[in-house]
T-cell receptor
């Protein structure tokens, strides 16, 4: 079946550092890929998505590129802020369900 | 405001006492779903519904029931809760299920079963 693997956290960074959170997937077909973010005490909200190979999703300074050849969708941001501290989930959608990774906690200190 | 609401937000109950967690969306979405979130396991789907009167099991349906009598509501029912159902529960909805369609999540319900 489908699965998503993302790097374990927590990832601890200083403000303005570069962020990468790795995400790889296995799927039987050609899935859509998503990054969701969960701020403390809140539900998940969509951060960005990509629906075909080489598409780049971007939002709030975050980017991720759909790499079919490496089955990856790594999340990057050039300069993180304290307000980016949250849990980040990589997910894929192929048929009638959304499959999530286990989540990566990001902690950004001033 | 377009949103998914859940009630209650927090619930402490005892083993075996039936409970219902409500979920409602005001976006006229066809697809609704329930997830549970547990440390180290991420989010796992419990049940989903493609439309009114159409429901199906997700990855972890044991011990749960759902119904979809109206488009906007999708309650989660625990007939006889057990401590292993202590978790954070999220309801989500989307216009449909399909390629590239995002899901909108409620704020979560933290359930503790003693």
């Amino acid at each position: 079946g489908d699965s998503v693997t993302q790097m374990e956290g927590p990832v601890t960074l200083s403000e303005e550092a570069f962020l990468t959170i790795n995400c790889t997937y296995t799927a039987t077909g050609y899935p859509s890929l998503f990054w969701y973010v969960q701020y403390p005490g809140e539900g998940l909200q969509l951060l960005l998505k990509a629906t075909k190979a080489d598409d780049k999703g971007s939002n709030k300074g975050f980017e991720a590129t759909y790499r079919k050849e490496t089955t990856s969708f790594h999340l990057e941001k050039g300069s993180v802020q304290v307000s980016d501290s949250a849990v980040y989930f990589c997910a894929l959608s192929e048929y009638s369900t959304l499959t999530f990774g286990k989540g990566t906690m990001l902690l950004v200190s001033p | 405001e377009a949103q998914v609401t859940q009630n209650p937000r927090y619930l402490i109950t005892v083993t075996g006492k039936k409970l219902t967690v409500t979920c409602s969306q005001n976006m006229n979405h066809e697809y609704m779903s329930w997830y549970r979130q547990d440390p180290g396991l991420g989010l796992r789907q419990i049940y989903y519904s493609m439309n009114v009167e159409v429901t199906d099991k997700g990855d972890v349906p044991e011990g749960y029931k759902v119904s979809r009598k109206e488009k906007r509501n999708f309650p989660l029912i625990l007939e006889s809760p057990s401590p292993n159902q202590t978790s954070l529960y999220f309801c989500a909805s989307s216009p449909k299920i399909g390629y590239g369609v995002e899901q909108y999540f409620g704020p979560g319900t933290r359930l503790t079963v003693t």
